[in-house]
């Protein structure tokens, strides 16, 4: 599936989230254009967090961990659509009675990307698996292996942009849909 993800469609969106085109893509990511993404923090009922290496076949920063599953909106796709395809497509979970907590979202904008983008919690203690290609490691990590594994490896910044107050909270014994609170307010980086 990775190979073929240059001719998907793709909306590009203003700074409203208002879909201003329909591009594939590949111009998509050559012309970084702002487009639609979701950001899904999978933890474990032990408290621990998922972590994954992206597939080096992957268009946008290959081989780099990541803290969460997901990935770029179809075209027509909601972000809650979007959010259980990923979870299907990246880790295999395909639960439709798993809880998915929506948490916020925001903006993110770098050298390589901009986009719009919607973040989400899930608890899962099942199994995992890679049919699709993206990802081809995982694991579920505690906070001091997570600190760890951040000083040896890249992860993609969007990710740690979006959800990284998440995380910090999800470490402090917080969880999703208990006494977290309301969601972050969104956030921006240039």
Do not use: N
């Not at 983008?117 to 995992?128: F, I, K, Q, S, T």
């Not at 292996?145 to 917080?174: C, K, M, N, Q, T």
């Amino acid at each position: 599936m990775v190979a073929d993800a240059g001719r998907e469609l793709v909306d590009v969106v203003d700074d409203q989230d208002r879909v201003v085109a329909v591009v594939p893509r590949r111009r998509m990511r050559a012309e970084r254009l702002r487009h639609r993404a979701v950001f899904i923090m999978v933890t474990s009922g032990e408290g621990r967090l998922l972590v994954h290496r992206r597939s080096d076949a992957k268009d946008l920063w290959p081989g780099w961990w990541d803290v969460a599953v997901g990935g770029v909106v179809a075209s027509g796709e909601t972000y809650d659509e979007a959010a259980r395809r990923e979870l299907a497509e990246e880790v295999g979970i395909a639960d439709p009675a798993l809880a998915v907590t929506p948490l916020g979202g925001g903006a993110y904008t770098d050298d390589d990307v901009a986009l719009i983008g919607r973040c989400y919690a899930a608890v899962w203690d099942g199994p995992l698996h890679f049919a699709d290609g993206e990802v081809t490691e995982a694991r579920l990590v505690t906070r001091t292996e997570y600190e760890l594994l951040r000083r040896e490896v890249p992860f993609l910044p969007d990710s740690l942009a979006l959800l990284g107050d998440h995380i910090e909270r999800f470490w402090a014994g917080e969880r999703p849909g208990t006494s977290a609170g309301p969601p972050l307010p969104p956030v921006t980086t240039a």
